[in-house]
Every structure is written in C-alpha cells, then in structure tokens.
C-alpha cells in the first residue's frame, strides 16, 4: 500500500515555508500563531480550523510513522509542502518534533524556539493536555467520531509517544530539557531565535525583519481558556453524536430484551 501522502496534489505557486516553531505545545505557541497572523504569514497550529482535519492529521500520522519508526520511506521536502499545503509558518504539535528535517530541507526557513521553565509547563501540561488525551468520554467516543476527533486524538498521542513514550512523569521533563538543549545546539545561529513567555513582539520581529505592530502582543490560551474551549468543543461533539447514540441505545436495548427473551 502507498503512503497516503503520495496521493496528495502539489500546490502551483506555493508560498515557501519560512517559519518552524520548534517549542512543544504550552509554551506560548497559541499567542505566537496570532502574532505570526498579525505580521502577515499563514501559520498552521493544532487550534487552527482547518476544513478537512481528518486528511492532515492522518497525514501528520503517517509523516511520525515514516519518520520516527520507521514503518515506510521518510518524508521529503516534497512531501512536506504538500502536508502542509497553504501554510507557510508551521507550530505546535506535531511539527515541532520534526525540526530537524525542516531546518535540512529548507535552507532559508527560520526556526523559533518557545520556551519557559520547566516546571512551569509541566503543571501546563497536567492541567490541559494530560487530562484531555486521559478523557474517559473522548476515549470512548473517539471510535464513533472518525472524521476530527479520532485521528486528532491518535496525532496527539502518537506525538507524544514519540516525545516521551506517553510518560508524563519525570520523563516528560527530561526531554523537554533535551528537547530545548537539542534544538539550541542544533540550529544554525543565524537562523535562530529563542522567545520564551512574555518577550513580546520586539525580539521577534527584530528576527523576522519586520516592524512592530502598534497592537498589543497577543496572549492567549492559558489554562483556563483551553479547558473552557475543549469543554466547548466537547459539548459540540457531544450534541452532534446524540441522535446516533440515541439509536445505537435503542438497538442494544433491543437486542438484550431478545435475548432474554430466548
């Protein structure tokens, strides 16, 4: 069976990527995503809403397998641009573990690393991401829902089987160091910039060539704004599915009174 990303069009007149942002998820990169939108780019983050969720994350999926274990030939920079498609400044999740491919395969891309304390973004991590993949309901509901929540799900755990084999213990901090450490050492200077919580827009666009915007440095997301908007999204899904659920009760409740009934 082929990849699926050799089935995927090429774009014609394709913006080149410009942007990598190598900092893991709950250090700034939802603010950052605004920031970027605001000094003109087209940046794709795990909050942007994107039309067809299912063909991207599913891709993202098989660029993890291919790249990290393994199961199929690596993506190249081809490859790459059609995942991606309009998108020309890639965050968050999943593409921050692929850093190193961005930074061999596209000379010119600029790579940002956000970043805070640690202890600091694990206490993030245990009071958004953790809870939401631990859902007893969305783990459930995942295998009626194939269109967003089930491949979205499967990403983001597979993201962070490849981060931290889903350790989210002391685990998850030592490779949020190695990570930081890794990306540092590993970037050619010119062609990085390190923005942690709060820095603002100055450093960044001193780094990106651009002006300051007489606006106010987007901050956004923070602990309880994720958690209203995953409720939010929860309820949607939840009212979506309930005529389904509805009948596949009256169905079980049917076969079990027929089966008494025996």
Request: charged share 25%; proline share 6%.
């Amino acid at each position: 069976m082929g990849r699926l990303i050799d089935q995927e069009p090429f774009i014609q007149d394709q913006e080149p990527l410009k942007i990598v942002v190598a900092g893991l998820s709950r250090t700034g990169t939802a603010s950052l995503y605004l920031a970027l939108q605001e000094l003109g780019y087209t940046p794709w983050h795990m909050c942007e809403p994107i039309d067809d969720p299912r063909r991207m994350y599913n891709q993202w999926m098989e660029a993890m397998d291919c790249g990290f274990r393994g199961n199929g030939r690596a993506y190249d920079r081809a490859d790459f641009d059609r995942l991606r498609g309009k998108y020309d400044a890639l965050l968050d999740i999943p593409a921050c573990l692929f850093w190193e491919d961005f930074h061999q395969l596209y000379p010119d891309v600029k790579i940002i690393l956000t970043t805070r304390s640690v202890d600091s973004w694990f206490r993030s991590i245990h009071s958004t991401i953790v809870p939401w993949l631990e859902k007893t309901s969305l783990n459930v509901l995942q295998f009626v829902e194939p269109r967003r929540l089930r491949p979205e799900m499967r990403m983001v755990k597979t993201a962070y089987q490849v981060f931290c084999n889903n350790d989210y213990g002391t685990r998850a901090k030592e490779r949020f160091l190695e990570h930081n450490a890794r990306v540092r050492k590993g970037v050619d200077p010119h062609r990085f910039l390190e923005l942690r919580l709060g820095d603002g827009w100055e450093p960044l666009c001193v780094f990106l060539g651009v002006p300051v915007p007489s606006v106010p440095y987007p901050q956004i997301n923070n602990t309880n704004e994720f958690n209203r908007r995953a409720n939010e999204a929860d309820a949607a899904l939840l009212a979506e599915l309930r005529p389904w659920l509805a009948g596949m009760i009256v169905v079980l409740a049917a076969g079990l009174w027929i089966w008494a009934r025996k």
